[in-house]
């Protein structure tokens, strides 16, 4: 492919990306439970939990894709048994200790899932089974599961059609989004939110810029040559707010079939997934105050602790099954401590046994 990027062991700022992301779905949900504040324009966005997933989203799929794409180049093929070992290595040890966890609360009958609860969570498909507030969060690692599950598979078997795929389940987004708008199927789990065609194109959004970030890059270069990006920024910026949307209806434009498929006025939409991924790709390749701030070590720090404090935080910052300890400031200390215990002596420990399955040159931390 000739706009396979030069891809590295170690990808700068992502886990910076990653600290933003968390912090972004903490606020948001210490907000929805205990505030309640209508954040102001232009903040919304960057205060909203769904945002954050978002993040975290485009990332997978430009992180995943870059590496397979190293993999291919150094091998020539791609070891589909080394990827989903590596990718249970990654997941499941944090997560099934977390189900462990809620598996004796539930014995003493602190908390109560549902059987469809249970199976739902452990198997990953929770974005189909409306769930409780301590499992909700779920949908997006069961979304995330399916593309690592079939993404690769489809990369190493597919190569000439990867784009189409990648545009295709695009395709398929908007055709949900339109069936959500016009209830045309009146299923509700497939015009939730949650639901993993509403919200996957974020991740094949990453993929096709980890696919094409060299020729991305390129005309971006142009953009920034020619003082344009800036001036990108605000428009999308503009044309994802709910004053764009506002504005389309008062004076009737009628860009239904604009603000339908692409999310505009949303900041889980297409175009916030767009514009999430150019950040990427500024945020690992322009060495600014902004790369700097990315790549503090407490930023770093946040980013690979991330992943276990999304886990955590919906027992103690969402649940109200705790009592006193779903309380303020005492959740968010329990959540961190929570976060820390599970990284320091649950994933960390699995993650170096990991890298007896990585590539050549994989850094244990870089996924």
Same mark, same amino acid.
């Given at each position: 492919?000739?706009?396979? /990027?030069?891809v590295?062991?170690?990808?700068?700022?992502?886990?910076g990306?990653?600290?933003?992301?968390?912090?972004?779905?903490?606020?948001?949900?210490?907000? &929805?439970?205990?505030?309640?504040?209508?954040v102001?324009?232009p903040?919304?966005?960057?205060?909203?939990?769904?945002?954050?997933?978002?993040?975290?989203?485009?990332?997978?799929?430009f992180?995943?894709?870059t590496?397979?794409?190293?993999?291919?180049?150094?091998?020539?093929?791609?070891?589909?048994?080394?990827?989903?070992?590596?990718?249970?290595?990654?997941?499941? /040890?944090a997560?099934?200790?977390?189900?462990?966890? +809620?598996?004796?609360?539930?014995?003493?009958?602190?908390?109560?899932f549902?059987?469809?609860?249970?199976?739902?969570?452990?198997?990953?498909?929770?974005?189909?089974?409306?769930? &409780?507030?301590?499992t909700?969060?779920?949908?997006?690692l069961?979304?995330?599961?399916?593309?690592?599950?079939?993404? $690769?598979?489809?990369?190493?078997?597919?190569?000439?059609q990867?784009l +189409?795929?990648?545009?295709?389940?695009?395709?398929?987004?908007?055709?949900?989004?339109?069936?959500?708008?016009? &209830?045309?199927?009146?299923? /509700?789990i497939i015009?939730?939110w949650?639901?993993?065609?509403?919200?996957? &194109?974020?991740?094949?959004?990453g993929?096709?810029f980890?696919?094409?970030?060299?020729?991305i890059?390129?005309?971006?270069?142009?953009?920034i040559?020619?003082?344009?990006? /800036?001036?990108?920024?605000?428009?999308m910026l503009?044309?994802n707010?709910e004053?764009?949307?506002?504005?389309?209806a008062?004076?009737k434009?009628?860009?239904?079939?604009?603000?339908i498929?692409?999310?505009?006025?949303? $900041?889980?939409?297409?175009?916030t997934?767009?514009?999430?991924?150019?950040?990427?790709?500024?945020?690992?390749?322009?060495?600014?105050?902004?790369?700097?701030f990315?790549?503090?070590?407490?930023?770093?720090?946040?980013?690979?602790?991330?992943?276990?404090?999304?886990?955590?935080?919906?027992?103690?910052?969402?649940?109200?099954?705790l009592?006193?300890?779903?309380?303020? $400031?005492i959740?968010?200390?329990l959540?961190?401590?929570?976060?820390?215990?599970? +990284? +320091?002596f649950?994933?960390?420990p699995?993650?170096?046994?990991?890298i007896?399955?990585?590539?050549?040159?994989?850094?244990?931390?870089?996924?």
């Open positions: 492919m000739n706009n396979t /990027p030069e590295r062991s170690y990808v700068p700022s992502l886990n990306l990653r600290a933003i992301s968390i912090v972004i779905v903490i606020i948001s949900h210490i907000n &929805d439970r205990f505030f309640l504040f209508q102001p324009f903040f919304t966005t960057i205060t909203d939990g769904n945002f954050g997933v978002n993040i975290f989203f485009v990332i997978s799929g992180l995943i894709t590496l397979l794409i190293e993999e291919e180049n150094n091998k020539g093929t791609i070891n589909l048994k080394f990827f989903y070992i590596r990718r249970m290595f990654r997941i499941f /040890p997560y099934y200790f977390l189900l462990l966890f +809620y598996f004796v609360l539930q014995l003493f009958q602190i908390i109560h549902t059987t469809q609860s249970w199976l739902s969570s452990i198997f990953y498909y929770k974005y189909w089974v409306p769930g &409780d507030y301590e909700a969060h779920f949908w997006s069961s979304i995330e599961e399916h593309f690592y599950l079939l993404w $690769p598979l489809f990369f190493k078997l597919f190569k000439k990867r +189409y795929f990648a545009l295709s389940i695009i395709l398929i987004v908007f055709l949900f989004r339109y069936n959500s708008y016009y &209830d045309i199927l009146a299923y /509700p015009k939730s949650v639901f993993i065609f509403q919200r996957v &194109d974020a991740i094949m959004i993929c096709l980890a696919m094409y970030q060299k020729s890059m390129s005309w971006l270069d142009k953009g040559k020619l003082k344009f990006v /800036p001036v990108f920024l605000i428009l503009f044309l707010s004053y764009f949307v506002m504005l389309s008062q004076y434009f009628h860009l239904g079939f604009l603000i498929p692409l999310g505009l006025g949303l $900041p889980i939409g297409t175009i997934n767009v514009l999430i991924a150019i950040l990427v790709l500024f945020s690992i390749s322009n060495k600014n105050w902004w790369y700097t990315l790549n503090f070590p407490f930023m770093n720090f946040i980013g690979k602790l991330s992943y276990s404090l999304y886990l955590w935080q919906q027992i103690f910052l969402i649940s109200n099954k009592g006193v300890l779903n309380k303020l $400031p959740n968010i200390f959540t961190i401590m929570a976060a820390l215990l599970s +990284y +320091y649950i994933e960390l699995f993650l170096r046994y990991k007896r399955f990585e590539t050549k040159n994989n850094n244990i931390y870089s996924v």
